[in-house]
């Protein structure tokens, strides 16, 4: 006897009310202990079998007279589907049939075929057929249930879409894989007879192993991203990798979730010392907190240090023998521009900075002999020696500068600390990265160094389309070759289908990986929202007044302040005071904490929000002048720095539009961004 818990039966537990949320936990209790001690439910549970259903193993729980849970058994197993009211309940489980994949031997639930002859039907034959040439019985092995079989071999490649709703995750992705052109082998069947023992459905069940277990699944202490893995997440954070392993993906497509649950598993493992890391500050916070979620054992939750690349070099200093360093904070141009003062260098400062920012730092080149014949590969101006003496002579005075005030750069430390580590060994066994696109040659180099070369030492999350610090920096040239152990994932699960379409027309259908090969970006969202709104206003006022109204509509909808962001391009400073005016709320700038406090609307920049999502979003000032900022553009007179300037840009405005889970706004004074214009 097992009872084992469906996905929708999560989701619709947590729609419902705290004393209806009680009940029903009350009633699966009683329900567990009468299987452990009779192996059946007692007569005082009031379950029943229900009329008018398409299979005679669903029956009904009845917590009180309003509430029922609609339950399915199967062999010894009760699965627990469905909770809401009576009517709700009853409509819910006359659509919907549990039924064992024919192929693959896996559980699954399945909509009734209602809604895919509605589907077949709106299907018009202008296009020519996706899956067609397809059999049936293969079609099944990839997860598509039988009653879907003609649908999807009708379906063209432009209505494809509405069937990627009603199909199993996985089954739609499997089938974008076709489309992609791709050989897709069907999963390995069930091999033990057991429906549920297997990935596909540890995607939408999750079998209880105990009172404890029961506990956690009905007091919503997980949430859905730390149960119901997709199959192909789970065989990310399972499969055994012969060296570096790279995680791509769009944004949303669950990146950090497979990040997170790896690294748990390896700690679980206990093969040694495990890091995650990543780019920024704010997303390491973000992920030290769902690691102890995923973890509540402490000793198994300290073998995983959670720091960001940067912080993690400043600690590893002191026990290198590096000292204790003290990093530059603030702009570097100051100081470039006074040693050029200095100096009476005819260098121009704009060309200087690239130089520095694009090439010597990241490239840790200290020294004359390091940099007079460093590769310059992807810069827009070729220099003759000459030229190269004269930047070194400017950069030579101004690093002593830097040595004298006892500073460094990150850049700089990342690269004396993975140097360091060559040298006296790697400190962790296992390291996962995050926001992987976001490293440059001293990253990667420093995270090179921290597991020594073997099985599982590395594994790189990221999503190029995403890469708003830095240029493409070449993995492979850095010693991290992912070469055949590179996984793309496809299945949004944060944005509504519309808020992603948007911000996929922002983007390249297609965009170069860190060694330029071309990697599609098609992915697929789980659920339908409103449109995007795009609104132009006269005046800045005007446009905080717009923002306000669009704001409070959203409170009065039912979202929490906390729910909120308010975006913008540069820092908002004055627009967050006069925002928590005109919305009379309290205002956030999350530049202190990762958890917005959920009673304070969020007014950040795009770049804090970066890893984090929201209910709704409204993106503030995209205009002409403010995207790319033309103080900034100005000062960029290469080519090649203009048009990797204009790329961040890009980028930065789809980061920014992807944090909106069911609701954006895209607001402007004057003239829109003519990044929005695709
Ligand atoms: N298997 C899953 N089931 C349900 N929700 C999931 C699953 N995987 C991820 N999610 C949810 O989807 C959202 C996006 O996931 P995540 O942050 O891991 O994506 P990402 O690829 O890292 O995104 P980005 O690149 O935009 O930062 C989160 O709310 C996460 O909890």
Redesign the pocket.
């Known amino acids: 006897m097992r009872i084992i818990t469906a996905?929708s039966f999560a989701r619709s537990v947590d729609r419902l009310d705290t004393q209806s949320q009680i009940l029903i936990k009350t009633a699966v209790m009683d329900l567990q202990f009468d299987l452990m001690r009779d192996g059946h439910p007692r007569h005082g549970l009031r379950i029943h079998k229900l009329k008018r259903v398409k299979d005679e193993g669903i029956m009904s729980i009845s917590p009180d007279k309003e509430l029922r849970i609609i339950v399915h058994r199967h062999a010894q197993d009760y699965t627990l589907l469905y909770a809401d009211h009576h009517d709700a309940a009853y409509d819910w489980a006359s659509r919907r049939r549990p039924e064992v994949n024919p192929e693959s031997g896996v559980m699954q639930v399945v909509e009734e075929l209602e809604r895919t002859e509605v589907i077949t039907r709106f299907i018009t034959q202008t296009m020519p057929y996706a899956f067609n040439h397809y059999e049936a019985p293969y079609l099944m092995s990839l997860g598509v249930p039988p009653s879907y079989v003609d649908a999807v071999r009708h379906a063209t490649v432009d209505n494809v879409d509405a069937l990627f709703e009603v199909l199993p995750?996985e089954a739609s992705e499997r089938l974008l894989d076709l489309m992609d052109g791709k050989l897709v082998l069907p999963p390995t069947p069930v091999v033990n007879g057991d429906p549920f023992d297997h990935p596909d459905a540890r995607?939408h069940f999750h079998v209880i192993t105990g009172e404890a277990d029961l506990e956690a699944a009905l007091s919503g202490r997980w949430?859905?991203?730390?149960?119901?893995?997709?199959p192909s997440?789970r065989q990310l954070v399972e499969k055994p990798f012969n060296g570096p392993a790279r995680v791509s993906?769009?944004?949303?497509?669950?990146?950090?979730?497979?990040?997170?649950h790896r690294a748990a598993e390896l700690a679980r493992s206990d093969s040694g010392a495990v890091l995650l890391t990543c780019f920024s500050r704010t997303?390491a916070e973000s992920l030290a907190e769902k690691l102890t979620q995923l973890l509540p054992d402490t000793a198994v939750r300290h073998r995983v240090t959670v720091l960001n690349l940067h912080r993690l070099a400043l600690r590893l200093a002191p026990e290198l023998g590096l000292g204790t360093p003290r990093v530059h904070s603030g702009d570097i141009e100051p100081l470039f521009r006074q040693t050029l003062f200095q100096l009476g260098s005819e260098v121009a400062l704009a060309f200087l900075l690239s130089e520095w920012r694009n090439v010597i730092e990241p490239r840790g080149l200290i020294t004359w002999e390091a940099y007079r014949s460093a590769p310059r590969t992807g810069r827009g101006v070729a220099l003759g020696a000459r030229q190269r003496r004269a930047i070194w002579t400017v950069v030579e005075v101004a690093l002593k500068e830097l040595q004298r005030q006892g500073e460094t750069t990150w850049g700089l430390l990342s690269h004396q600390v993975a140097e360091a580590l060559e040298r006296q060994g790697a400190p962790f066994r296992h390291v996962i990265t995050?926001?992987a696109q976001d490293l440059g040659p001293a990253e990667l180099r420093l995270l090179r160094a921290l597991a020594p070369p073997g099985p599982d030492d590395l594994m790189l999350?990221?999503?190029a389309g995403?890469r708003v610090y830095r240029g493409r920096s070449s993995w492979l040239a850095m010693g991290v070759d992912v070469r055949g152990r590179s996984t793309r994932?496809k299945?949004?699960?944060?944005?509504s289908q519309d808020i992603r379409q948007f911000a996929d027309r922002l983007m390249p259908t297609q965009l170069a990986d860190e060694e330029g090969e071309p990697e599609s970006r098609r992915t697929l969202s789980?659920f339908r929202g409103p449109a995007p709104e795009v609104q132009r206003f006269g005046t800045q006022p005007a446009q905080i007044k717009g923002v306000a109204l669009w704001v409070q509509a959203r409170l009065v909808e039912g979202l929490r302040p906390g729910e909120v962001a308010v975006l913008t391009r540069t820092q908002p400073g004055r627009r967050a005071e006069l925002l928590a005016e005109a919305c009379s709320i309290p205002v956030q700038t999350l530049e202190h904490q990762v958890s917005p406090d959920p009673e304070q609307l969020v007014v950040t920049t795009m770049h804090r929000a970066?890893?984090?999502?929201f209910r709704a979003v409204v993106l503030m000032d995209v205009s002409d002048e403010q995207i790319p900022p033309r103080s900034l553009m100005a000062l960029l007179e290469d080519l090649a720095d203009r048009e990797t300037a204009l790329e961040q840009e890009r980028q930065l405005l789809y980061?920014a539009t992807?944090?909106a889970?069911e609701a954006l706004l895209i607001s402007y004074v004057g003239e829109p961004a003519a990044l929005l214009v695709p």
């Open positions: 996905l995750d995607r949430e859905e991203w730390m149960v119901y893995l997709h997440q993906g769009s944004a949303g497509t669950g990146k950090t979730v497979v990040a997170l997303l995050d926001e999350c990221g999503d995403q994932l299945i949004n699960y944060r944005t789980r970066k890893g984090l999502e980061v992807t944090r889970r």
